[in-house]
């Protein structure tokens, strides 16, 4: 039993996820209340330069071929082993296709407690978690003996959690890693003859409140008139009434733009995470506690079915005249 | 093939959600449940594995609001087996409902289940991966997209920024649902209403569930606001007026 805090490293082809650093920040923070140094743990192969920039006090390094890129099974048992034998305070993982894929396991495999959607962690040392779609904060002790604990961003920078001074690393003997179910057959690149939304300086989002396929036209007229594309939120596209090339959030494109507009779009975490640094947000809702209220710089409460045709006829107006 | 798909209900985002007085969990006197969307996903996942492949799908839930509706909607689509767990949900968490589902899927031996990769009201992690360990099955979620290969499935997983990884997983296994292949089917009334006279809902109780593993709440709170968006208020033609001269001033026009 130790007060250490253990962030698990996401990467994936060579490139260490943003959550990780989030992550290592918030861990940094949480080290002050708990006590205990931070260890990233860093699984893969020949993936040691991947230490270089993290925050953290240590590096505890596992090498196999079978973690040379993620799958669930290969890094559940390297895990099993590890969090076994130093039983530290916490373990962060990212609440992301990586992490969430894996602390499950974890938690009934190990009889350790979880919290999920954790964005901080309170002076004292309690996490708070955002649930119901943002709307929805929980506070609370971090479970013991050892928390296994989800994150989501925007909770800590990103910078905070990189370092120009490498950290130590030591090499952990992985375990043996046989007869695995999950492997990874290959990556697909994303689609990339569609327009690229993360190259335009005007996105007109649609959310769930475009209610049918046929009302993405209103929008599409209006990012015309604006010069600008058409993106979405998940449901949207969930509902194949657009492609995924334009998916705005978590599991889409990372985007920002001179102007978001996003209409009918609640403002759910998973699609702030895609959107949020936009220079403006403008948010037209019919939900007055929508969360997209709280990042956009202007909003109003009505029905973008409403507005969006009379917008695109004064927006035409205003640059013919 | 044999599919079976646990689901869960959560509160409907639409509706105001409010905290009861306790101050450590939801007011549920006005709360409106609905199913998760991503298990409404992984139902239609399952239908259309089904549909190709063969086989039978067994849809499992607890109790709640709307269960009974959203069993014969699902049986109307073209699953086969509808089954409803009663007892005392109502400080149920995922580990324990995770439980109640790994003893029942025990005695089913599906050889493929599915189950939304989350829901939006976990706090102990999502009901897949529990499960999945209580099984001793391998757990793979984000998917979206699903083919069967024999003794083993490939599933499309989904990381942030577009990629996607074909992933193969050795049957039996667990997968979460991000999307189905297509949106989840549209069924007419009538047609659950014909269903209702002929499927049938096999109960069963369940004992007290076990929630270990959980986690305990100290303080729910809706979340402060830093700085809301400055409104624009007026009717619609208003609105337009307002956002055009805002569009102006940002030198888009």
């Known amino acids: ?321 | 093939m044999k599919i079976a798909v646990p689901v869960k209900f959560v509160p409907d985002l639409v509706e105001e959600l409010n905290i009861d007085p306790s101050g450590t969990a939801l007011d549920t006197a006005w709360l409106r449940l609905i199913i998760n969307e991503f298990d409404d996903h992984a139902v239609e996942q399952a239908i259309l594995l089904k549909e190709k492949e063969g086989g039978q799908v067994t849809v499992i839930t607890i109790e709640s609001e709307g269960a009974d509706d959203f069993l014969f909607a699902a049986a109307a689509k073209g699953t086969d087996q509808l089954i409803k767990l009663t007892g005392d949900f109502s400080h149920a968490n995922n580990h324990g409902l995770a439980r109640v589902y790994a003893d029942i899927l025990k005695e089913l031996q599906p050889d493929l289940i599915l189950t939304g990769v989350q829901a939006h009201n976990d706090l102990d992690g999502s009901v897949g991966p529990l499960l999945a360990e209580q099984l001793g099955l391998p757990y793979v979620g984000y998917v979206a997209g699903v083919s069967v290969m024999g003794d083993k499935v490939i599933a499309r997983k989904e990381y942030s920024g577009g990629l996607v990884a074909e992933i193969e997983i050795k049957l039996p296994a667990v997968l979460g649902i991000q999307a189905s292949e297509q949106p989840p089917r549209y069924i007419a009334y009538s047609k659950i209403r014909q269903v209702m006279g002929t499927a049938k809902i096999e109960e069963k109780t369940v004992a007290a569930l076990d929630l270990s593993g959980g986690t305990t709440v100290s303080r729910m709170f809706q979340p402060e606001v830093a700085q809301r968006a400055t409104m624009l208020e007026g009717g619609t033609d208003e609105v337009a007026d307002k956002l055009v001269s805002i569009f102006k001033e940002l030198g888009t026009l």
């Not at chain 1, 992550?23 to 140094?37: F, H």
């Not at chain 1, 090498?63 to 530290?88: M, Q, R």
């Not at chain 1, 800590?156 to 030591?170: D, F, H, I, R, V």
């Not at chain 1, 697909?188 to 036209?217: F, W, Y």
Request: hydrophobic fraction near 40%.
């Open chain 1, 1 to 321: 039993m130790s007060q250490d805090i253990f962030v698990i490293i996401e990467h994936l082809r060579g490139q260490v996820s943003e959550i990780s650093y989030v992550m290592l920040a918030g861990a940094r923070q949480l080290s002050k209340s708990t006590g205990g140094n931070v260890s990233a743990v860093l699984l893969g192969q020949n993936a040691q330069g991947l230490a270089n920039n993290l925050a953290a006090d240590k590096v505890l390094y596992l090498d196999h071929p079978a973690l040379a890129e993620f799958t669930s099974n290969a890094y559940e048992l390297a895990l099993v082993g590890l969090i076994k034998e130093n039983s530290p305070r916490v373990v962060l993982l990212g609440h992301s296709s990586i992490g969430m894929d894996v602390v499950g396991g974890l938690s009934i495999n190990l009889g350790l407690p979880m919290v999920s959607s954790c964005r901080s962690f309170t002076a004292d040392g309690k996490y708070i978690s955002q649930i119901c779609g943002g709307k929805i904060m929980v506070e609370g002790e971090l479970p013991g003996p050892t928390a296994l604990v989800t994150m989501v961003p925007g909770g800590y920078k990103a910078e905070l959690g990189q370092s120009a001074q490498a950290p130590a690393l030591t090499s952990i003997p992985a375990p043996a890693l046989d007869n695995l179910r999950v492997s990874l057959s290959k990556y697909i690149e994303p689609d990339t003859s569609d327009v690229d939304i993360t190259k335009e300086p005007i996105l007109v989002a649609v959310g769930r409140g475009i209610q049918n396929k046929d009302n993405i036209e209103l929008a599409d007229e209006l990012a015309k008139a604006l010069s600008g594309a058409v993106c979405a939120s998940r449901p949207v596209v969930d509902q194949g009434w657009m492609p995924t090339t334009r998916l705005v959030g978590k599991s889409g494109k990372q985007v920002k733009p001179k102007i978001y507009l996003a209409l009918g779009i609640s403002g759910a975490p998973e699609h702030m995470e895609g959107m949020g640094e936009s220079d403006t947000i403008i948010a037209i809702n019919t939900d007055p506690n929508a969360p997209i209220f709280n990042v956009a710089k202007y909003g109003a409460v009505v029905d973008l079915l409403d507005l969006t045709p009379i917008l695109t006829e004064k927006i035409k107006q205003a640059k013919g005249g």
